[in-house]
């Protein structure tokens, strides 16, 4: 099966051996006060940051994963609050880890320091963009002038040949502003727009939640725009479901909004896209999602070196001034029981798609307290999908190591399912 034929991308390598990516909070200094910051982030660097020595000690232990090493995110915080930065990068590059950056729309996201990591050999940026307007943005960010900054760097980066990805944060301020977005995302160019759907964590907690509706609307546009634009979801897992339901039920000349039961929500967004000019016919081949959750192919470093699942999920496995990262990754109990489908609980764990979504179990713990609770979220109901033989076909794949979705089985420690203690 070749690669535009899949539904949903498996990870080349094994999940439980190593990571995809490896995400590095480098600082918690910012000059912004965004409104759903994970990190809280406050103006001045914390002297227990990894240093200089540090930093490349962790590069060195994301290499020894094997080659290709996991990607290796550099975010914050603002990053380029470390005057590092760009000798990191450089030294990255040197061992054979590919490092991207994450900086935060601030003055500090100027045309030299673009070019200063861009010389020292990382493979892209990320930017974040949460509303098409100024104000949306701004007030979302919470400085003036942040929504000009990131357009302007935005545009630098391209000429200078980087690959840019724009992620934005979906919550309640910018439901109706997402066609204008993709809007801007295909105007000035970008390697993948990210629609991050909010993680009640940090300063986050005090953003209104979305329905379960809500949530299937937007997932499903944003499956209509990657037609447009090269689009992902970070922390919206049942983006793989619904790609799964939306090529059955295109195979099958049904009508995905009767069949899925989507809402006025989905509706307004169609329109609004074709309004701004957005054309949402076939124009590009789609980008299937990659099957990646937390803990399985992700992994995030904390500034002061604690290792967690995700950013979202502050639950600690170890530390890597203590121990390998590899180790912590491959054998901590709570990085293998993540991995483990039989943990799942509620319908996460009843549900058919569960080895392929999983849902956001940083949402879950975020939520609820536990990690393993089923994703509030999502409103799918276990067996209610009416494609359940050309489903289990698809699953299943056709024998071969490139089939769509035979996500490997990672064991819990001990082979048996068991409860992760919560390490704070």
Same mark, same amino acid.
């Given at each position: 099966?070749?690669?535009?034929d899949?539904?949903?991308?498996?990870?080349?390598?094994?999940?439980g051996?190593?990571?995809? $990516?490896?995400?590095?909070?480098?600082?918690?200094?910012?000059?912004?006060?965004? &409104?759903h910051?994970?990190?809280?982030?406050?103006?001045?660097?914390?002297?227990?940051?990894l240093?200089?020595?540090?930093?490349?000690?962790?590069l060195?232990?994301?290499?020894? +994963?094997g080659?290709p090493?996991?990607?290796? !995110? $550099?975010?914050?915080?603002?990053?380029?609050?470390?005057?590092d930065?760009?000798?990191? $990068?450089?030294?990255?590059?040197?061992?054979g880890v590919?490092v991207?950056?994450?900086?935060?729309?601030?003055p500090?996201?100027t045309?030299?320091? &673009?070019?200063?990591v861009?010389?020292?050999g990382?493979?892209?940026?990320?930017?974040?963009?949460?509303?098409?307007?100024?104000?949306?943005?701004d007030? @979302?960010?919470?400085?003036?002038?942040?929504f000009?900054?990131?357009?302007?760097?935005?545009?630098?980066a391209?000429?200078l040949?980087?690959?840019?990805q724009?992620?934005?944060?979906?919550?309640?301020?910018?439901?109706?502003?997402?066609?204008?977005?993709?809007?801007?995302?295909?105007?000035h160019?970008?390697?993948?727009?990210?629609?991050? +759907? &909010?993680?009640?964590?940090?300063r986050?907690?005090?953003?209104?939640?979305?329905?379960?509706?809500?949530?299937?609307?937007? &997932?499903n546009?944003?499956?209509d725009?990657?037609?447009?634009?090269?689009a992902?979801?970070?922390?919206? %897992? %049942? @983006?793989?479901? !619904?790609?799964?339901?939306?090529?059955?039920?295109?195979?099958?000349?049904?009508?995905?909004?009767?069949?899925?039961?989507?809402?006025? =929500?989905?509706?307004e #967004?169609?329109?609004?896209?074709?309004?701004?000019? #957005?054309?949402?016919r076939?124009?590009? !081949?789609?980008?299937?999602?990659?099957?990646v959750?937390?803990g399985?192919?992700?992994?995030?470093?904390?500034?002061?070196?604690?290792?967690?699942?995700?950013?979202? #999920?502050?639950?600690?496995?170890?530390?890597?001034?203590?121990?390998? =990262?590899?180790s $912590?990754?491959?054998?901590?109990?709570l990085?293998?029981?993540?991995?483990?489908? /039989?943990?799942?609980?509620?319908?996460?764990?009843?549900?058919? +798609?569960?080895?392929?979504?999983?849902g956001?179990?940083?949402?879950?713990?975020?939520?609820?307290?536990?990690?393993?609770?089923?994703?509030?979220?999502? /409103?799918y109901?276990?067996?209610? @999908?009416p494609?359940?033989?050309?489903?289990?076909?698809?699953?299943?794949?056709?024998?071969d190591?490139?089939?769509?979705?035979?996500?490997?089985?990672?064991?819990?420690?001990g082979?048996?399912?068991h409860?992760?203690?919560q390490?704070?």
């Amino acid at each position: 099966m070749n690669a535009a034929d899949r539904a949903v991308r498996l990870q080349r390598h094994d999940a439980g051996e190593r990571p995809f $990516i490896v995400i590095w909070e480098s600082t918690r200094a910012c000059p912004l006060a965004c &409104l759903h910051c994970r990190a809280e982030a406050v103006p001045d660097r914390d002297p227990r940051e990894l240093d200089t020595a540090a930093a490349k000690d962790l590069l060195d232990q994301v290499a020894a +994963f094997g080659q290709p090493a996991p990607l290796f !995110v $550099i975010t914050g915080g603002d990053p380029f609050q470390r005057p590092d930065l760009a000798g990191l $990068i450089a030294y990255g590059r040197r061992i054979g880890v590919r490092v991207a950056v994450s900086p935060s729309g601030t003055p500090t996201l100027t045309e030299e320091r &673009l070019r200063a990591v861009h010389a020292a050999g990382a493979s892209g940026i990320s930017l974040s963009l949460d509303g098409s307007t100024a104000e949306v943005h701004d007030t @979302f960010r919470g400085v003036p002038g942040v929504f000009r900054w990131t357009l302007d760097a935005w545009d630098t980066a391209r000429v200078l040949g980087m690959k840019v990805q724009i992620n934005t944060t979906v919550a309640r301020h910018n439901l109706h502003d997402l066609p204008d977005i993709v809007r801007l995302v295909a105007d000035h160019g970008a390697m993948l727009w990210s629609a991050f +759907f &909010l993680v009640p964590t940090g300063r986050g907690r005090g953003l209104g939640a979305l329905t379960p509706a809500e949530v299937e609307d937007v &997932l499903n546009f944003v499956y209509d725009v990657g037609l447009t634009v090269p689009a992902k979801t970070t922390e919206a %897992h %049942h @983006f793989r479901r !619904v790609a799964l339901q939306r090529r059955i039920l295109a195979d099958a000349g049904d009508d995905h909004v009767a069949v899925l039961g989507l809402g006025p =929500l989905y509706r307004e #967004l169609r329109e609004r896209a074709a309004e701004s000019g #957005l054309d949402t016919r076939v124009r590009r !081949v789609r980008r299937p999602p990659l099957d990646v959750n937390a803990g399985r192919g992700f992994v995030f470093v904390s500034h002061t070196g604690t290792v967690h699942p995700s950013g979202f #999920l502050p639950l600690s496995a170890g530390s890597v001034r203590e121990s390998p =990262l590899t180790s $912590i990754y491959r054998t901590s109990p709570l990085f293998t029981a993540l991995r483990a489908p /039989g943990m799942l609980q509620g319908r996460c764990g009843a549900c058919e +798609f569960r080895r392929v979504c999983g849902g956001s179990r940083s949402r879950a713990y975020g939520v609820t307290g536990d990690p393993f609770a089923e994703e509030p979220w999502c /409103g799918y109901q276990p067996g209610s @999908f009416p494609y359940q033989r050309e489903l289990a076909g698809l699953l299943s794949g056709d024998g071969d190591e490139e089939s769509p979705v035979r996500p490997r089985r990672a064991a819990a420690p001990g082979g048996k399912e068991h409860r992760v203690r919560q390490e704070r």
